[in-house]
């Protein structure tokens, strides 16, 4: 089985990988973490650089940063005894884990949720959704759960 874990720095990555972690999966099994490194956007980027930086210096050290979040996530999940690789793309998340899953072809999709609703959800959108509407493979979308008071 080909389990495809997406992940970003986050406490929704960090309940995906635990559940990830949890499961007992068929034997030779292999996890891929991927992480998506995202362009940076012109505003934002001159927020990156300083007076001696460039563009493509950012967009290396973002890149840079995406790759050790995968990587730490891989070594999380060590010792389940499956094989587990981290890769890291380029791109937008929405778009990225679909096309490494088919790729890869994924036998399923693993990603934590943001929760986000009403006007967030629409002017940010949900990487979630997005996924689950256009993966080639089944998907699990894993919610951080909140103690109620």
Known sequence: MK??????????????IREVMKRPWPAK???????????LPPPAAELWIDAHG????????????????????AAKLGGK???????????????AI??????????????GSHGRTGVTRLLIGSVAQSVVSHAPCSVEVVRKRTRKA
């Open 98 to 111: 679909v096309d490494e899953a088919e790729r890869w072809k994924a036998d399923l999709i693993v990603v």
């Open 29 to 39: 099994s292999t996890i891929r973490v991927v992480t998506v490194a995202e362009k």
């Open 3 to 16: 389990i495809l874990l997406a992940v970003d720095d986050s406490k929704y990555s960090d309940a995906a």
């Open 54 to 73: 460039s563009l493509e210096a950012a967009e290396g050290q973002v890149h840079e940063h995406a790759a050790k979040i995968s990587k730490k996530a």
């Open 81 to 95: 005894g499956v094989k587990i690789d981290s890769v890291t793309r380029d791109g937008h998340p929405r778009s």
